[in-house]
C-alpha cells in the first residue's frame, strides 16, 4: 500500500512534548511540539473539543426549522441549524435528539445520519454529525438558562438565497443547506 508524502511526514514526526495551555468547561487548549525527521522542531497551539452534532429539521409542509441565537465569539445574532456538543461519552443520535427537542421543542420520529466532517482540523479537533430529522412532534425539553433561542422556518429555497446573500454565515448551516439542496435536486 502507497503512503502520500502527508502520511510519510506525519508517521515520521513524533510529538515531543503536549502541554495544556487551558482547561475549559468543554474545550481543551494545548500546545504540542513536534519534531520532523529534518529535526524541525514546531509548536502547533490545538483546540480539544468533544465533538458535535446538527440537525436538518424538516416540517410536514416540507420547510427547515433553524435557530437565530447570540454567539458571543461572533458578536452577533446568527441563523443556524439546531446543534450541540456532545457530552462526555455520549452517543451523537443521543445528543441529536437531546439538542433537537432543546433548541426547537421538538422530537424527530425520523433522524438520519448525512455526513461528518471537522469544522477547523487546523486548530480544533471537533468532529461535527449532520443529521436529517423528519416527522416532527411537539416534545419540548428545557436547554440551558443562558440559550435565547428564536426559531426561523424557511424553505430550502429561502435558505438557499439566505446562504448566497451571505445572510447565513455560520459554517454547519452553510454546509447542511447545500447538502440538502444537492440531494434535491
Known sequence: MSHSKAQEKRERAATVKRKQ??????????????????QLTKTFDLILHPGAVALIPITAEGEIIFVKQWRRAAQKILIELPAGTLEKGEDPIDCAVRELREETGMRAIHITPLTGFYSAPGVLSEYLYLYLAKELVHDPLVGDDTDEIDLLTLSLEEARQKVHSGEIQDAKTILGIL????QMQ
Open 179 to 182: 447538502w440538502l439542496s444537492q
Open 21 to 38: 495551555v487551558h482547561q475549559g468547561k468543554i474545550i481543551e487548549v494545548v500546545q504540542d511540539e513536534m519534531t520532523f525527521d529534518n
